[in-house]
C-alpha cells in the first residue's frame, strides 16, 4: 500500500513515517520544511534502513500536488501538514487559516481528480475545547475552541464531515491527539519547535539543558490533584503507531468516517511532570509558580476504550520513557 504523508518531516510525521516503513508500507513524503529540516528525511532512512520518496512541496500549490499524484499511485493519504503553535496562531490568523484549511481543500481536491478515497486526518484534543467532564469520550461535545488554530483543526473535520455526507465511498478517519512529547529512542527525531517553546515539555527540556533560566509554571490554583494543570501526555511513538492502526481500519473496512481520541487515558500534572523529569533524568529543572495563562483549562485527559476497541491501539510506553527520550533527543 502506498501512502502519501504530508508534513513528512515534522514531529508527528516524521515518527509515523518511521512506523509505516516499519510495517513495509510504501511512504511517499512530502514537506515544505516551514518548521522542519530537511535533514530529516535522511535521519529517517537512518533509524528504518528503508528508503522512501520524498518532495519538497507546499500543499497549496496545486499543481505540484497534481504531479505527486501522477508520478505515484496513491492508495491513501496522511495528512499531518499544518501549523500548530497556539499563540502564534492569535496573532498570525489569516496564515493559519489558509496553511490549516486552504491546503487541506486543495489537497482533497486532488484526491478527488485521482480517485483516491482514503484518508487520516492529523486533529487535536483542542476541539473540546473545555470539556464538560474527564476522561473525554469522542461524542463529547465540540466547540468552544479558543484560538485559531483550534478552530482550524474543528473547521477541516466539519468540511470532512460534509466530504462524507456527500460521498460515502471516502474512508476518512479523524485522529485527535491528546499532548504528544518524547522521541525516537535512537535520538535521531525528536522536537524542535522554532524560537523559545511554548509547550511544557521543550521548555523543560530548554530549561534542563541551561538554554533557558526558568520554566514558568502557569497556576497552582486549579481544581487538580495538586493545583497545577494536568494533561494527557502520549508518547509521539506511541501516537505514529496509532496512525498505522487507523490505516489498518480504513483498509479492513469499507466507507466509513471514524473519530479516534489518541491518549493514554492518564492525566500528569505539570509537577508530576517536572518531578518525573528530574528523577529520572537525573537533572535539576529550574522551575516557579507563576500566574495562570489565559485559555488554560483545569484538565484534560481522554478515554482511549474507543481506539483500543476498534483500532487495537493502546499506548505502550510510560511517562519514564517519555521523559526520557525527551531529554536523549536533546542531549544528541
Ligand atoms: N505549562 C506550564 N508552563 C509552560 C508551558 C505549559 O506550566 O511553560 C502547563 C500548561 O499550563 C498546561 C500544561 O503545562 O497545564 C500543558 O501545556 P502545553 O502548552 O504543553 O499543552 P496544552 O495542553 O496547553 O496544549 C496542547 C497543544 C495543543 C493541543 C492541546 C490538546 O499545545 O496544540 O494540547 O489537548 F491542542
Excluded at 101 to 113: D, N, Q, R
Excluded at 161 to 167: E, G, I, P, Q
Excluded at 231 to 239: A, G, S
Aim: one cysteine or more; proline letters at 3%.
Amino acid at each position: 500500500m502506498k501512502v502519501l504523508v504530508t508534513g513528512a518531516t515534522g514531529y508527528i510525521g516524521s515518527h509515523t513515517v518511521v512506523e509505516l516503513l516499519d510495517n513495509n508500507y510504501e511512504v511517499v513524503g512530502l514537506d515544505n520544511f516551514s518548521n522542519s529540516k530537511r535533514e530529516v528525511v535522511d535521519k529517517i532512512k537512518e533509524i528504518t534502513h528503508k528508503d522512501f520518496k520524498f518532495y519538497e512541496c507546499d500543499m497549496l500549490n496545486k499543481e505540484a500536488l497534481e504531479n505527486i499524484f501522477k508520478e505515484n499511485e496513491i492508495d491513501a493519504v496522511i495528512d499531518f501538514a499544518a501549523f500548530k503553535a497556539v499563540g502564534e496562531s492569535v496573532s498570525k490568523p489569516v496564515e493559519y487559516y489558509i496553511n490549516n484549511v486552504s491546503s487541506i481543500l486543495t489537497l482533497l481536491s486532488v484526491m478527488k481528480e485521482f480517485n483516491v478515497k482514503k484518508i487520516v486526518f492529523s486533529s487535536s484534543a483542542t476541539v473540546y475545547g473545555k470539556p464538560k467532564s474527564v476522561p473525554i469520550t469522542e461524542d463529547a461535545e465540540v466547540g468552544g475552541t479558543t484560538n485559531p488554530y483550534g478552530t482550524s483543526k474543528l473547521m477541516v473535520e466539519r468540511i470532512l464531515k460534509d466530504l462524507y455526507v456527500s460521498d460515502e465511498t471516502m474512508d476518512i478517519c479523524i485522529l485527535r491527539y491528546f499532548n504528544p512529547i518524547g522521541a525516537h529512542s535512537s535520538g535521531l527525531i525528536g522536537e524542535e519547535p522554532n524560537g523559545i517553546p511554548a509547550n511544557l515539555m521543550p521548555y523543560i527540556v530548554k530549561v534542563a539543558s541551561g538554554k533557558l533560566e526558568c520554566l514558568n509554571v502557569f497556576g497552582n490554583d486549579y481544581n487538580t490533584k495538586d493545583g497545577t494543570g494536568v494533561r494527557d501526555y502520549i508518547h509521539v511513538v506511541d501516537l505514529a503507531v496509532g496512525h498505522v492502526k487507523a490505516l489498518e481500519k480504513l483498509n479492513k473496512e469499507k466507507q466509513g468516517l471514524f473519530i479516534y481520541n489518541l491518549g493514554t487515558g492518564k492525566g500528569y500534572s505539570v509537577l508530576e511532570i517536572i518531578n518525573t523529569f528530574e528523577k529520572v533524568n537525573n537533572v535539576k529543572v529550574n522551575y516557579k509558580i507563576a500566574p495562570r495563562r489565559p485559555g488554560d483549562i483545569d484538565e484534560c485527559y481522554s478515554d482511549p476504550s474507543k481506539a483500543l476497541k476498534e483500532l487495537g491501539f493502546k499506548c505502550e510506553k510510560t511517562l519514564e520513557d517519555m521523559v526520557r527520550d525527551s531529554w536523549n533527543y536533546e542531549n544528541k
